[in-house]
């Protein structure tokens, strides 16, 4: 039923198939259902809330939506797991306090579709994820989606523009990615992703998870024991290659302020490389917005992740200009 009301874009639908997911848990453990039928419905709930995130559009209220109707289901709960189940849960015996088992579904789902979605598809997905992390609703391991992001945009060598070969070898194309920026030697894929095409999606997450982000990486914080269900991703949150090569550490859980840094230098290069042409200027734009968003949070921070990295007022304003950015507290 998801499926087939996300493909007529019926959104209101979708939620209330949502809501009425989550009420008929509530009545199924009145009833005294068995715990296996109890977990199986929690899915069912979490698999309809992700077909809506990836309807909704990214920083829009239908988004606020999604986001409202988790908050007011943990706050509302009034019930507890059966006892079966309370060993998958951890600690708590409280039903809906933890939204048991929404950190893996996502976390799963970014995973299994991340590389297939629609562009826009993708972009509405990691924002929903980001302000899930942003506002606490659930566990800090949702950021292994932003932190997939992150390092296969910046810490994996992937092309700035699509494979030249897709179109015929040209000398234009030749020059579309600077030698400061490595290149992935792969074979030609149907759809190769690209900086150009994941850069949005970055953006998205940066719009709402950066504050958060940024806090985690100050503290190189310890989200706590890992999700049943997700162990085999637990790679996502280590650096990649690039981050690796220039030997950055990542902290227990991926946040660390020598973490961050790579990223803001990683995005400053591909803004600076690229030209005013067309796709490369899109690529600069984009990663200038990215790059804003992080200085943005890093003056809300003291501790290690500004240590050392005072910027006064002049110099603020002269690095944004560079880059075509605002400092917004000018504006």
């Not at 200027?281 to 200085?295: D, V």
Request: hydrophobic share 45%; glycine share 6%; charged share 20%.
């Amino acid at each position: 039923m998801t499926t087939q009301t996300i493909k007529r874009g019926d959104f209101l639908n979708a939620l209330n198939f949502a809501q009425n997911n989550i009420l008929e848990i509530n009545k199924s453990l009145l009833r005294g259902e068995t715990a296996a039928a109890a977990e199986a419905q929690i899915h069912n709930a979490w698999k309809s809330i992700i077909a809506c995130s990836e309807e909704a559009e990214a920083g829009g209220r239908e988004q606020d939506r999604l986001a409202l109707l988790l908050l007011e289901t943990r706050a509302t709960d009034t019930l507890f797991f059966p006892v079966q189940m309370r060993q998958i849960d951890g600690a708590s015996a409280s039903l809906w306090s933890n939204l048991p088992f929404l950190v893996e579904d996502i976390v799963i789902a970014w995973e299994d579709r991340w590389e297939t979605m629609r562009p826009d598809y993708r972009c509405n997905f990691i924002s929903f994820t980001a302000r899930l992390f942003a506002i606490g609703a659930c566990s800090d391991w949702i950021a292994l989606c932003g932190l997939d992001l992150l390092r296969e945009v910046l810490e994996t060598p992937i092309l700035l523009l699509p494979k030249p070969q897709q179109f015929g070898k040209s000398d234009n194309f030749k020059a579309a990615a600077a030698p400061s920026i490595p290149r992935l030697q792969t074979p030609i894929s149907f759809d190769p992703k690209t900086v150009l095409e994941l850069l949005p999606a970055l953006r998205s997450f940066l719009d709402f998870g950066s504050a958060r982000l940024a806090a985690l990486c100050n503290l190189s914080a310890d989200a706590g024991p890992l999700p049943a269900g997700l162990e085999r991703l637990r790679g996502q949150a280590d650096p990649g290659p690039l981050a690796r090569d220039a030997g950055v550490v990542a902290g227990p859980c991926g946040f660390a302020p020598q973490r961050w840094h790579f990223w803001t230098r990683r995005l400053m290069e591909i803004s600076e490389v690229c030209t005013s042409s067309t796709k490369d200027g899109l690529i600069a734009s984009e990663a200038a917005t990215c790059l804003g968003r992080m200085w943005d949070k890093e003056e809300l921070i003291a501790g290690p992740l500004t240590q050392g990295k005072a910027v006064n007022l002049d110099e603020d304003l002269a690095r944004r200009q560079k880059l075509g950015l605002v400092a917004t507290f000018l504006s």
